[in-house]
């Protein structure tokens, strides 16, 4: 809640802080109260055969058995005894997954490795918000809104990689995926819109090279497109206003295709690698959130972005025993331009950067095994600046639903006292820095733990 001047809590109306002015609706800072119910079940069966053939079968299946939520549409403290409010039943949502892989040896030239699979993924989307006169024990009495709907999505992929010549290896894949969307529906209070069946077939191909330049040197290249279909929830969750106009989300949306490639060079320096890799991805009609300028008013929901660019550079290095016995190092520097090229429906973020993708990224992680008995860790993160719109509007990352930049450390002792036995104690954010990622992390936080082995 707000304070006002006098110190007393304020819930909803007028609340003046620092010589403003602001009006707070009823539900701006609402009770609530959530009773769910989710089931998982998942199965994964692999072969392990080392042979010319293994498999690999992987289900899983997440069901809303029940997803209730209440809340009132009146102002606290009145609420917190009953009154009017809403209830949403999500109860009927989830989704089901299903992977067939496999990977086949061939005996014949070159040392093929051919990687081949088939995969399902079904979504659903059942939400219904009503009205209830009694939002802590009543019962649904009227609509206000609901949203449905199911995507389905199977895809064939295949991959042989095939080392043709001493010094050489080629990687050659490809992925066809058939989408489709259907059922979706949106409605208000006394209306119910359909949306008819979308469907459509694309196909990701993916083409990769090395070659051993020497002993101690490595080069690769990278190539291969990927599409991202719209979620239900994009597609359809959201509402209509009075005049049946929708004013959430997007049943329209197009899949986000990029393109994506990769140079790289490693170099084996006998105790590790250090490796740089440079970078680009070509991203057309992204899917964000962001308003509509050409419309008015403006609608904020899920659009496509015509076309965002990405290009940088990481350089990675890894070692075991650097400069000393039992020393284990991990490190690696990212920098990343990645602007907003078009966006014809928001036009004021071409040319910023692209939400949470900070310039600059690097971490640093430091393991010492001073016997068989102790190993001491030692991690440290550095992220700069991000935006969390597509505008760069938030300029100040360091509050409620803003990113800011941080340099975070870590520190863990851990002492195998028997084969069975081990305890450990930690501090994360050892420096106690003031980390906001959509809301403030947690600062410095001592862990302790003792664990057994069976």
């Given amino acids: 809640h707000y304070l006002d001047a006098a110190g007393n809590p304020v819930y909803s109306g007028s609340v003046n802080?620092?010589?403003?002015?602001?009006?707070?609706?009823?539900?701006?800072?609402?009770?609530?109260?959530?009773?769910?119910?989710?089931v998982i079940h998942g199965l994964s069966v692999k072969s392990?055969?080392?042979?010319?053939?293994?498999?690999?079968?992987?289900?899983?299946?997440?069901?809303?058995?029940?997803?209730?939520?209440?809340?009132?549409?009146?102002?606290?403290?009145?609420?917190?005894?009953?009154?009017?409010g809403r209830i949403t039943d999500q109860e009927g949502s989830g989704w089901n997954t299903l992977a067939?892989?496999?990977?086949?040896?061939?005996?014949?030239?070159?040392?093929?490795?051919?990687?081949?699979?088939?995969?399902?993924?079904?979504?659903?989307?059942?939400?219904?918000?009503s009205n209830a006169t009694d939002w802590i024990n009543g019962g649904a009495s009227?609509?206000?809104?609901?949203?449905?709907?199911?995507?389905?999505?199977?895809?064939?992929?295949?991959?042989?990689?095939?080392?043709?010549?001493?010094?050489?290896?080629?990687?050659?894949?490809?992925?066809l995926e058939q989408w489709r969307a259907f059922g979706g529906e949106r409605a208000n209070a006394t209306t119910t819109v359909s949306y008819g069946k979308r469907e459509g077939t694309w196909f990701s191909p993916k083409a990769a090279i090395a070659f051993q330049a020497a002993p101690q040197w490595a080069l690769k290249a990278a190539?291969?497109?990927?599409?991202?279909?719209?979620?239900?929830?994009?597609?359809?969750?959201?509402?209509l206003d009075h005049n049946n106009v929708i004013t959430n989300n997007n049943p329209d949306l197009k899949p986000e295709k990029a393109w994506v490639g990769e140079l790289t060079a490693e170099r084996d320096l006998g105790n590790g690698v250090l490796r740089a890799t440079l970078f680009h991805n070509d991203a057309r009609d992204?899917?964000?959130?962001?308003?509509?300028?050409?419309?008015?008013?403006?609608?904020?929901?899920?659009?496509?972005?015509?076309?965002?660019?990405?290009?940088?550079?990481?350089?990675?290095?890894?070692?075991?025993?650097?400069?000393?016995?039992?020393?284990?190092?991990?490190?690696?520097?990212?920098?990343?331009?990645?602007?907003?090229?078009?966006?014809?429906?928001?036009?004021?973020?071409?040319?910023?950067?692209?939400?949470?993708?900070?310039?600059?990224r690097t971490n640093l992680l430091a393991a010492y095994r001073a016997n068989?008995?102790?190993?001491?860790?030692?991690?440290?993160?550095?992220?700069?600046?991000?935006?969390?719109?597509?505008?760069?509007?938030?300029?100040?990352?360091?509050?409620?639903?803003?990113?800011?930049?941080f340099f975070l450390t870590d520190l863990r002792v851990r002492w195998q006292a028997t084969r069975q036995w081990s305890a450990a104690l930690g501090i994360d954010n050892l420096n106690n820095a003031r980390v906001w990622a959509g809301h403030s992390s947690a600062q410095r936080t001592v862990v302790a733990e003792l664990k057994f082995d069976l």
Avoid: C
Avoid at 28 to 38: C, F, G, Q, V
Avoid at 101 to 127: C, N
Avoid at 149 to 175: I, M, V
Avoid at 327 to 345: E, F, G
């Fill in 142 to 175: 009227s609509r206000f809104s609901a949203f449905n709907g199911n995507t389905e999505l199977h895809s064939l992929y295949a991959q042989d990689t095939w080392g043709f010549a001493p010094a050489w290896k080629t990687t050659l894949g490809g992925r």
């Fill in 100 to 129: 067939l892989k496999g990977i086949w040896l061939p005996h014949f030239h070159g040392g093929h490795i051919v990687d081949m699979g088939y995969q399902r993924e079904s979504y659903k989307l059942r939400t219904e918000v």
């Fill in 372 to 405: 068989a008995q102790w190993t001491t860790t030692f991690g440290a993160r550095y992220s700069g600046k991000q935006y969390r719109t597509l505008d760069n509007s938030d300029i100040n990352g360091a509050t409620l639903g803003g990113t800011n930049s």
């Fill in 223 to 239: 190539l291969g497109r990927a599409v991202r279909m719209p979620t239900v929830a994009e597609l359809y969750q959201g509402t």
């Fill in 48 to 84: 392990n055969t080392r042979g010319l053939w293994d498999w690999d079968v992987t289900a899983s299946l997440y069901d809303y058995a029940s997803d209730q939520a209440r809340s009132p549409t009146i102002a606290r403290p009145v609420a917190s005894t009953g009154g009017a």
């Fill in 17 to 38: 802080i620092d010589g403003r002015q602001y009006t707070l609706p009823a539900t701006t800072i609402s009770l609530r109260r959530t009773n769910l119910d989710h």
């Fill in 286 to 360: 992204a899917l964000y959130s962001q308003p509509n300028m050409t419309v008015m008013p403006n609608v904020i929901n899920v659009q496509n972005v015509e076309h965002v660019r990405t290009t940088g550079l990481e350089l990675a290095f890894q070692a075991h025993d650097f400069g000393l016995r039992g020393l284990d190092l991990s490190s690696s520097l990212t920098y990343a331009n990645s602007k907003t090229v078009k966006n014809d429906n928001f036009p004021d973020s071409v040319g910023k950067w692209q939400p949470l993708v900070p310039q600059w």
